[in-house]
Structure formats: structure tokens, C-alpha cells
């Protein structure tokens, strides 16, 4: 099969792949957009990169859809803040006063009962005998505060035994409480907090780097639960918990604070050695307490073995804005019972009391820290309310859990799976609401999740990352994949209609009805010779190939002349070039195409031996119907009007005078480089009209002798034959044969001179030529 019929079977089995088998292939691609949408979040929320933008920006929006919540009643904040200084009638700088003044807060605490007393202050620093002894006396009296040690980090150079360079360490240096203080003190531990910039997300529990020392939010909780010290020990006993030779027998031989640490550190090796362990005690709890945890004494014996089993550091489970957790005064303390700001200290009965710099006005405070509760007015979170808050989040084990690597990839994979596939699968109208929505169900059973069980899932990636690469790849994986099948269409429809037809209806989306008009052109008929014996002698398959082949041959210098129509009729071509208005580019193309596809023709001939075939092409120009023809549900695109009906009748003429190629005069006289011959006027059957008709036999410049001397021979039999003297035009005509045995026209004319010279001519108009058959 040739090259057109292949392209134009390939089109229609195309559309027909997309009628019945885009379905399989559009399901293919819109997993390949889900998974591709999966496993770039997938692979970005397991990277660093990935953490922290979550952190940043999805652990943020999960605070603030939150909002503030009840921090636990066990929790206060003694606060420092600009107007201390001034209403103690001391310096603004906490460090500028006497110690005496923190002694007297220890003592004032102590008669309210409260439980632990930490200090986030620092008291490395020596001042005078009698205001360090004052303040270790009221320390020690109480029996019930833990001071804060800095923790002081450098790089440092180390060097091999041979005294090569061996790069550089981190190292950790602890600036304790002075000797007096730290004696007095009920445990001294750090407090260091893994910072970004001025954010703060997390807290040490126990610092690694530093001997595994506990915090003192850790401290806190420890010296929180020491009143259960007798339960605790007998839980981790019957759980057979590791090291109990090592641990105290009870709370009273607590009485040094390397004590605390040494306890904790104990307890600490004996839950990582033992993983089983904080599940024994579960199990151990449940058959003393029941499933009920409403027991004071059974929270916080969950909450020490949590501590213990737990990790080293741990996400801040923020409360809320500055002073969400219960804030006094640190000067309404000292205030006596009637004066001004006594009323505000409240009952503090086994509280834990966490003195610092926190001041809730001003936004240049010391000490602080941004958060996602910083507000309009840049007031930060203080370094004494995270480590409240930290302690807070230890004791109601309510610390934020991040998902582990498996959940963070299951839950970026599905919804980038689902977001994907919706994008894709759906239409554009629908998927876009879609994956918002999608998106919108997503976050909110994230935002349960956090708020329910404090489970932080990813957040940030699905929603700002995820689902604009849907949308991106979605949207434009159906743009293209609409535009594909417009081209494809767009090519199948090609082999039927002109391609600016078929390029105005699938680009411009006009209406059909537009693209039917009256155009000025150039008609070109042509006919297969011998069709009829030819169809008798071949099978319907054999013939149906064969005509491809010769409308291929056909088709060639048709296309490259730029015709705009072609019309395939059984053996039958009927195309035109087209222009708004009258215009010889047209004329021109259609002669020069006539040319070439007579010798087309010729060749195709030769290439096929056995067939004898005759080139017969006719060409009229003038106006005529471009547009759908038809009924019934089902139009052709065709090219109607008497312009058309001409080139066809003169088409057949050919076949009566013998020739090739016939043109009306009006064609061939907007072409200069033509040779062309006059054969005079025929009113073609069905006309009205005379036509007068040339024979285009090739382009002037490629013409022969003998060619040039028809020409001339037979404009002066044909003068003759104009002026009605028919024995005078018979011998020219007589005499052209004798030279051009096979010259058609001059056959012709004869026959009519001998004719009319015989029987007379016809009275009507006799030089013009009437035809009685196409």
C-alpha cells in the first residue's frame, strides 16, 4: 500500500486506539504522575532538608490550627522582667543583686510547700562569703533546689602520639554553681537547648555529649515523683530491672547533689540495657492500678519510665503564647501578706517553681526564644518557660512525637499517590477541587492526630510541595496528553480535510458551519483512463491498492504545488487552490500542477507495463462552494459550483480531442511561461455558455521544435477555420497530420471542416464547437 493510503489507514486506526484502548494507556500514565509525585516527597522527607522544612513550616501550622492549651497545674514560672529591679529597689540586671534577695525567695517558697525549686540562672560566678553563704543556707533548708550549670562548647585541635594533627573535636565544658551553692543545691544539672538561629524545637533530656547527664527539666521530674521513691524502686524490682544493687534503698540517702545525677544516670543504663523493661513496667502498673489512669502515683511512675526509656532529646509540645503557663512575679513573692502583688501568688503546694528572666512586655528581653506562639508584638518565649514547658511535656508525657522514617514515607507516599492520580485521572474542572480537598482531608487528620496524641506527621511536604507538583505535572501531563490526541485526531481528520480547515477547527475551535464559503480558484479535474476494464480484471482488495498507488503518484506534485482541496472520487481527482479574490497565484500552481501530474501519470504508466493509461486533466478558474455537502447526520467536504463542473467537462473533452491536458483560456493566460495552444471555443454539454480552451503542453522554456511548430501550424488552420473556410482549414489540418500523425485537435477539425464542407454548417455560431456528450 503507498504512502497516503498508509498514513490515512494509520489515522483511522489511531482514533480508533483512542476510542477503545486510551483507557489502559491513561490509567498507565496516571500511576507513573501518582508515583512520581509519591517518591519526590518520599525521597525530600527523608532527607535533612526535608526535616527541617517540615519543621519550619509544618510543625508551625500545627501549633497555630492548635492554638494554646492547659499547661499542667503542677508547673509555675517565677519571672524576672524589666520592673523587678525597680520594685525591689534593685539593679535591672538580675546579676547585679545581692544573692540574699534569691535566699529570701528560696525561704518564701519553702513556706508555701513547694516541691522543687529550679533556677534557670547562673551562679557560676563568685560574689561576697556572707551573700553566697546566705543564699547556700536557705538552699540547703530547703532541701529542694537544683541550679542550673552552664554547659560551654568548643572546637578543640587533638593530636596523635606522634604528635600529628588529628582535626578537631567538639568539647563540653560544665560551668557549675559556685562550691557553696552547688553543695547546698538538692541536684546542679544543664539545660541546653538544640537551637536554629532563634528558634527553638527541642530539649535535652539527657545530655549525651556531656556523660548523659540529665537536664534539669528531667531533675525536676525525678525530684517531682521522690515522695514515691519506695513504689518506684519496688516496681523496678519486681520487673527485675538491671543495676538495682546500685540504686539507693530510699529517697533519705539522697543527701548530695551528685547524688541525683548518679540515681538518674543509674536508672537511665538500666532502661537501655534492658529495652523490655519500660513494658514490664507497664504490665506491672496495669495489675497494681488497674487500666484506669486516674492514679496521681501511677502517672508519675509512667512518666519516670518514659523519661528513662525515652530519647535523649525530645520535641517541645509548646503550650502557648508567653505566660500560658502559670507566671508569678518573682517580686510578688517577696511582697508581704496586704501589699501590692501578694494576691497573685496563689496556692503552691507541691508545685514545681522554675525561676528566670521571663518578661511578658518587652520584646527585648533576654533569654528568649522565637517560637510559633512569638505575636505581633515580638514578645519570644523565655529560656525559663521552655524549661518549664519542657518539664511540663515529661510529666504529662506529652512531648511531641515525631513519626519515624516508615510512617513519614507511608503517609508521603499515599497521598502523593492519590493526590497524583486524582490530578491526572480526573478532568480538569474536578481534579483541581479535588486534590484541594483531598489535600483539606489530609491535613485535618493530621491536625487530629497532633492534636489527640501530639503525633507530628508530615505536613508541609504533602500540602506545599506535593500537591503543586500534582497540579504541575497533572494539569500539564492532560494538556499534553489532550494535545496529543487533538494532533492525532487533528492528523487522521488531515487525510479528509484541507489542513487549514482541519487546523481552524481543532485550534481555534470555530464553529464548523464558518469554515463553509464561495472562494475564487482554480479547479483541476483529472480521470483514469480505462477504469472500468481495469476494476473487471482485479480483485476489490487488488484494485482498491492499485488506485492508492496511482493517487499517491498523483498526490505528490499536487502537494507540492500547495493545493489547498483534493477530492478522491473512485478514479477521479477534483482539486483547487483558493484565494479571497482573484489572484494568477493560484492560476499558476494549478497549471504547473497539471504538468508535473500528467507526467506523474506518465511514469506510472511506464512503471506498470501492462496498464495503458491516458493522462486527462481539464482546469477552470472562477468561484465556487467550499464546505460540507451531505444529509442525514453525514457531510463531505466537497467543492460545488459551475467553476468545478467546467474543469471536470473539460477533463472528458480530452478524451475527444485526444489530449492531455485542457484548460479555459483564463487559466492559461495568467501564466507566462506556458506553452500553450488555442484549440478554440466548445460549449461543453450542459453549458450555456462557450468556453474557450487551450492545451497546456508544458512550460515554454523546455519546449521542442517540433512543439513550437504544431503551435504555429495549427493557429493558422484554426484562423481558417474561424473564418468559416473549411476547405482551406481541412488542408491545414490535412497538412499537420501528415507531420503529427497523432496530433487529437488537428484529427478533430478536420472531421468538422469535411463536414460542415459536405453538409453545411451549422447556422448557429458554426465556429464554435457543440458538444452532445461529456
Not at 54 to 67: H, I, N, Q, S, V
Not at 223 to 245: F, G, I, N, S, T
Not at 590 to 614: D, T
Request: proline letters at 5%.
Amino acid at each position: 500500500m503507498n504512502r497516503e493510503a498508509a498514513a490515512g489507514t494509520r489515522g483511522l486506526m489511531n482514533i480508533v486506539r483512542f476510542a477503545s484502548g486510551h483507557r489502559m494507556a491513561r490509567l498507565a500514565r496516571t500511576l507513573l504522575v501518582g508515583f512520581a509525585t509519591a517518591l519526590c516527597g518520599v525521597v525530600l522527607a527523608l532527607t535533612p532538608l526535608g526535616t527541617a522544612f517540615e519543621r519550619a513550616l509544618g510543625l508551625d501550622w500545627l501549633f497555630t490550627m492548635r492554638g494554646p492549651t492547659s499547661p499542667p497545674p503542677e508547673v509555675v514560672v517565677v519571672a524576672i522582667d524589666s520592673t523587678t529591679g525597680r520594685a525591689l529597689a534593685l539593679p535591672k540586671l538580675p546579676r547585679d543583686w545581692p544573692r540574699t534577695i534569691h535566699a529570701e525567695l528560696v525561704q518564701r517558697l519553702a513556706e508555701r510547700n513547694v516541691g522543687v525549686i529550679v533556677f534557670d540562672m547562673d551562679f557560676s560566678r563568685a560574689k561576697s562569703d556572707h551573700e553566697d553563704a546566705m543564699f547556700a543556707k536557705a538552699i540547703a533548708e530547703a532541701n529542694r533546689v537544683v541550679l542550673f550549670e552552664w554547659l560551654a562548647g568548643r572546637k578543640e585541635r587533638v593530636y596523635d602520639a606522634t604528635g600529628a594533627d588529628g582535626g578537631w573535636i567538639w568539647v563540653e565544658e560544665k560551668l557549675s554553681p559556685t562550691p557553696p551553692l552547688a553543695g547546698a543545691a538538692k541536684a546542679v544539672g544543664p539545660f541546653p537547648l538544640p537551637k536554629l538561629g532563634k528558634m527553638a524545637f527541642e530539649f535535652w533530656a539527657f545530655k549525651s555529649s556531656a556523660g548523659d547527664a540529665a537536664t534539669t527539666a528531667a531533675i525536676a521530674l525525678q525530684l517531682h515523683a521522690m515522695d514515691m521513691y519506695d513504689q518506684w524502686l519496688a516496681v523496678l524490682k519486681e520487673a527485675d530491672a538491671p543495676r538495682l544493687q546500685e540504686l539507693p534503698m530510699n529517697a533519705a540517702e539522697l543527701n548530695d547533689p551528685s547524688h541525683v545525677q548518679h540515681l538518674m544516670l543509674t536508672l537511665r543504663r538500666s532502661f537501655q540495657e534492658d529495652p523490655a523493661l519500660l513494658q514490664k513496667v507497664g504490665r506491672i502498673l496495669d495489675q497494681r492500678y488497674g487500666r484506669q489512669p486516674s492514679s496521681a502515683e501511677r502517672r508519675l511512675i509512667e512518666a519516670l519510665a518514659a523519661l528513662y526509656a525515652g530519647p535523649d532529646h525530645e520535641y517541645l509540645n509548646f503550650y502557648g503564647p508567653p505566660g500560658t503557663i502559670r507566671t508569678i512575679p518573682y517580686q510578688a513573692l517577696l511582697a508581704n501578706e496586704g501589699e501590692a502583688g501578694a494576691e497573685r501568688v496563689g496556692d503552691l503546694t507541691d508545685k514545681v517553681v522554675f525561676v528566670g528572666y521571663s518578661d511578658l512586655y518587652d520584646p527585648d528581653q533576654p533569654d528568649r526564644f522565637y517560637t510559633v506562639f512569638t505575636g505581633s508584638d515580638g514578645i519570644d518565649l523565655s529560656g525559663v518557660e521552655i524549661m518549664a514547658t519542657a518539664f511540663a511535656n515529661l510529666l504529662t508525657q506529652r512531648t511531641v512525637w515525631p513519626s519515624d522514617a516508615g510512617v513519614t514515607a507511608l503517609c508521603v507516599l499515599c497521598f502523593g499517590l492519590a493526590v497524583g492520580v486524582a490530578v491526572y485521572l480526573l478532568p480538569a474542572m474536578v481534579s483541581v477541587p479535588s486534590a484541594f480537598a483531598l489535600t483539606g482531608v489530609y491535613a485535618a487528620l493530621v491536625q487530629w492526630r497532633f492534636n489527640d496524641a501530639d503525633l507530628w506527621l508530615p505536613l508541609a511536604i504533602p500540602a506545599l510541595v506535593q500537591l503543586p507538583l500534582a497540579l504541575l505535572i497533572g494539569l500539564m501531563g492532560q494538556y499534553l496528553l489532550e494535545r496529543g490526541k487533538e494532533r492525532q485526531i487533528a492528523r487522521a481528520i488531515s487525510y479528509y480535510l484541507p489542513e487549514n480547515i482541519v487546523r481552524d477547527l481543532t485550534e481555534k475551535r470555530i464553529d464548523p458551519d464558518s469554515v463553509n464559503k464561495v472562494v475564487f480558484g482554480t479547479c483541476l479535474a483529472t480521470d483514469m483512463s480505462g477504469f472500468t476494464t481495469l476494476a473487471e480484471s482485479k480483485s476489490p482488495k487488488e484494485l482498491a491498492s492499485f488506485m492508492n498507488e496511482y493517487f499517491d503518484a498523483l498526490a505528490q506534485g499536487l502537494k507540492r504545488h500547495a493545493v489547498d482541496i483534493t477530492e478522491f472520487h473512485a478514479d477521479t481527482i477534483m482539486c483547487a487552490w483558493t484565494a479571497p479574490e482573484r489572484s494568477p497565484a493560484v492560476c499558476r500552481k494549478a497549471a504547473l500542477a497539471a504538468i508535473e501530474v500528467s507526467e506523474a501519470i506518465e511514469q506510472f504508466a511506464r512503471e506498470h507495463g501492462s496498464m495503458r493509461l491516458n493522462v486527462r486533466i481539464g482546469l477552470q478558474d472562477g468561484h465556487f462552494y467550499l464546505g460540507h455537502t451531505g444529509g442525514g447526520g453525514h457531510f463531505a467536504y466537497s467543492i460545488l459550483g459551475d467553476t468545478a463542473n467546467t474543469a471536470a467537462r473539460l477533463e472528458s473533452l480530452n478524451r475527444h480531442l485526444g489530449t492531455h491536458v485542457l484548460a479555459a483560456e483564463s487559466v492559461a493566460g495568467e501564466v507566462d511561461d506556458l506553452l500553450v495552444r488555442p484549440l478554440g471555443s466548445f460549449r461543453l454539454m450542459g453549458k450555456a455558455d462557450p468556453t474557450s480552451v487551450v492545451e497546456i503542453l508544458g512550460k515554454r522554456g523546455g519546449a521542442s521544435a517540433d512543439q513550437l511548430a504544431l503551435c504555429a501550424q495549427y493557429a493558422d488552420a484554426l484562423a481558417a477555420f474561424r473564418s468559416k473556410k473549411w476547405s482551406v482549414a481541412a488542408g491545414l489540418f490535412e497538412a499537420i497530420l501528415e507531420h503529427f500523425a497523432d496530433d487529437g485537435p488537428s484529427r478533430f477539425y478536420l472531421r468538422r471542416c469535411k463536414h460542415y464542407a459536405a453538409d453545411g454548417p451549422p447556422q448557429d455560431e458554426p465556429t464554435v464547437i457543440q458538444m452532445e456528450e461529456k
